[in-house]
């Protein structure tokens, strides 16, 4: 189910877990949330996520609060950084892959719920390992990327081949807060049924909050793009003999990077998400055009859908993801809305229209494309088998097309990866390869 980089040994999602990472901790075997200071109390040595060497000092639990705008109040004890953060509390039912998930630009502004009941217990990889490209090896940006994170049961004795330091102790020194012992099961139920709420992850001891996060404050209401979006542009894979395509960066995931460059052999060129397409200030020459990922509201990103709406008029190939296919969507002349509560975790099952074919796919995102808004010429290209929202539009005689969902996973599913091949062999002037349904499916129906 994990993403692995394609051309060396990688381990993404880390999905090996320790042995004994809780079995000194009997809460958390009988599978309901720790009380308030009761995991540290029963946990023998912390070692700070790596096996042997010198126990951490014991340290007095200290309580949280994670605070609802609609007056719930929910208690536990802290892990993270002693800092009080407001934020928009979302939940990710993906079962590993936190590393990844909390370094995803598409969650900026957000606390993080994770419904799989036990978190932390194969600690966090190195950061200072890099790839062939200079990024993080393990991680999809370079920072943590949540206002907060909200666990049931939290193993602070992690174990774990690649890992160099526990989940708390990586939050903290990231200024991010975490509360575990929270009934996250109960919690997103309640955020299914009546939506994502505004929140605040408040902290015992800890110091006041600035200004700018007094109270419950709406990410959704700042440009979350500009915040995420590269300030320079950076080249990859740089070549004469490359095909080259310009990546808008809204909040792009470093395994994008990869599977451009490192599977597809092409030079990427990764610019602001504001830069201006048609004045093209730095005189860039491209020959396909991607819209990356990233975080919230897309009527925010004017300057990228002016970008867009320039670039449908040329017919040079363009591929977007998440929020690409919003943006794409918006230049295109169609809406978005906000979903009640969006999709984020990674066994999101989505329909392809034009086989019928079901893929299930890593998915991030509270808003979405309203496809009956499509103009002409637009057509959906996914729908998503559970609440059919738009998974992704296509042009009908122009090489463009988007999706909602993230093929290049990390972590997640890599079944519809083939969509970077299908970008790239538009980009390289290749015929499209032919998708066509097995006729044996029909022959073995009709001999039973």
């Known amino acids: 189910m994990c993403s692995s980089d394609l051309t060396k040994p990688r381990a993404p999602c880390m999905k090996k877990s320790g042995s004994g990472a809780m079995f000194n901790m009997p809460l958390a075997r009988s599978g309901s949330p720790h009380k308030f200071g009761d995991q540290f109390a029963s946990t023998s040595s912390l070692i700070d996520g790596v096996e042997g060497g010198p126990s951490k000092p014991f340290e007095a639990p200290v309580h949280a609060t994670l605070v609802l705008a609609d007056g719930q109040r929910l208690e536990g ?5 002693k800092v009080t953060r407001p934020g928009e509390v979302v939940f990710n039912t993906g079962m590993v892959g936190y590393p990844e998930a909390l370094t995803d630009p598409s969650y900026r502004g957000q606390i993080l ?8 217990n194969y600690g966090v990889p190195s950061m200072d390992e890099k790839d062939a490209w200079g990024l993080p090896l393990y991680f999809e940006s370079d920072d943590v990327q949540i206002a907060g994170l909200v666990v049931s049961n939290y193993s602070a004795d992690p174990s774990h081949w690649a ?11 990231a200024g991010v807060p975490a509360i575990f012992g929270v009934d996250t099961r109960e919690l997103t139920k309640g955020l299914r049924e009546r939506g994502s709420v505004l929140g605040r992850l408040e902290i015992d001891g800890a110091p006041p909050s600035p200004p700018h996060e007094v109270g419950f404050v709406n990410p959704n209401l700042r440009n979350l793009v500009a915040e995420v979006s590269t300030k320079t542009i950076k080249t990859y894979n740089e070549g004469a003999d490359k095909p080259t395509i310009v990546a808008l960066d809204c909040g792009m995931k470093h395994n994008i990077v990869r599977y451009f460059v490192e599977t597809h052999d092409v030079t990427l060129v990764v610019v602001p998400f504001d830069y201006d397409l048609e004045a093209n200030p730095s005189n860039l020459k491209w020959d396909g055009l991607f819209c990356s990922n990233g975080p919230g509201d897309p009527s925010r990103c004017q300057e990228t859908i002016k970008s867009l709406k320039w670039a449908i008029s040329q017919d040079i190939p363009i591929f977007g993801i998440c929020l690409g296919n919003q943006l794409l969507a918006l230049a295109a002349g169609a809406k978005t809305y906000k979903m009640k509560y969006g999709n984020r975790g990674m066994n999101q099952p989505c ?3 034009r086989t019928t074919r079901c893929y299930i796919t890593s998915q991030n995102h509270g808003y979405a494309v309203d496809d009956q808004s499509l103009p002409d010429g637009w057509k959906a290209l996914f729908v998503n088998a559970n609440d059919r929202s738009n998974e992704g ?3 009908v005689s ?6 909602q969902f993230h093929p290049e996973a990390a972590g997640g599913p890599e079944d519809t990866a083939f969509l970077f091949e299908a970008f790239v062999r538009h980009v390289r002037g290749s015929a499209p390869q032919l ?3 097995d006729p044996a499916i029909y022959r073995n129906d009709r001999a039973s």
Not at 77 to 81: E, H, P, Q, V
Not at 113 to 120: A, M, N, S, Y
Not at 163 to 173: C, T, V, Y
Not at 398 to 403: C, M, N, T
């Open 351 to 353: 329909v392809d229209l």
């Open 113 to 120: 719920v994770l419904t799989f009941p036990l978190v932390g």
């Open 398 to 403: 122009k090489p463009f097309f988007s999706v």
């Open 163 to 173: 890992s160099q330091q526990s989940l708390g102790s990586w939050l903290a020194k």
């Open 435 to 437: 998708t066509l349904l």
């Open 77 to 81: 004890t802290s892990f993270g950084a």
């Open 393 to 395: 539009i296509i042009h």
